[in-house]
């Protein structure tokens, strides 16, 4: 178990550039999890897939922002034409799920500096 | 609707000393109920989880928490505090009809020396 893994760790960008950012969740697991995490918050919601269909979508998530999960392993997290406001942390977590739902495991976040 | 409330944003103790981070959850039926510890640039570790066995959950690190439906409290304790238990701490539930997880707001635990 190597755990969840995010690529970058960190990413500054200036406003108005696109950034992606990758999450490598534990192989056994189908359900992959985005959050948004601003300081001194709790992560929230904002999207995810169990294997390769994303299931749902917070109203967070607005039209500049999309996600995917091709194979149904690693996934992808893009945001198009970044504002002041994408600053955040942007966490990956996932689980197995059975017919019942397990915890989540967390990857340490990809913090993201918009200029 | 689902929500959950942790009532303390900051605690602090002194090393060696009890802990208490309080959380209540407003769910319909019988959540899971989970608490994270999350470290400075780091993810979220889970501490324990609540899903509807002994109401008494052991974690990890000595952590325990008890489920109490009759006051939906989650309520995160520990019988004395480390330097290295310093954090942020979150209580997540988890509706019984739901897939998605709902957080707190956190509660930023302070260890005095």
Redesign the interface.
């Known amino acids: 178990d190597t755990g ?1 893994s ?1 690529n970058p760790r960190h990413k500054i960008t200036k406003r108005g550039q696109n950034v992606t950012f990758r999450c490598d969740p534990i192989s056994e697991h189908n359900r992959l ?1 985005w959050y948004r995490q601003t300081l ?6 904002l999207t ?1 897939f169990q294997n390769e269909a994303q ?2 979508k917070s109203r967070l998530l607005s039209d500049r922002f999309s996600a995917e999960r091709p194979k149904g392993s690693f996934s992808t997290l893009e945001i198009q034409r970044t504002e002041q406001g994408d600053s955040a942390m942007y ?1 990956c ?1 996932s689980s197995l799920w059975e017919g ?2 397990q ?7 990809t ?1 993201l500096s918009i200029l | 609707a689902q929500s959950v409330t942790q009532l303390d944003s900051h605690v602090s103790v002194s090393e060696g000393t009890p802990v208490l981070l309080r959380c209540n959850y407003s769910s319909s039926y019988s959540p899971s109920l989970f608490w994270y510890v999350q470290h400075p640039n780091k993810g979220l570790q889970l501490l324990l989880k609540y899903t509807s066995a002994a109401t008494l959950v052991k974690g990890i690190n000595g952590f325990e928490a008890e489920f109490k439906k009759s006051e939906t409290s989650f309520h995160l304790t520990k019988p004395s505090a480390h330097m290295s238990d310093a954090a942020e701490y979150f209580c997540v539930v988890l509706p019984w009809t739901g897939n998605q997880f709902y957080f707190g707001t956190g509660t930023s635990l302070t260890v005095i020396p």
Request: no cysteine; hydrophobic share 25%; glycine share 16%.
């Open positions: 969840v995010q999890y001194g918050q709790g992560p929230e919601f995810y299931l749902e966490l977590a019942s739902n915890p989540q495991h967390f990857g340490d976040g913090r």
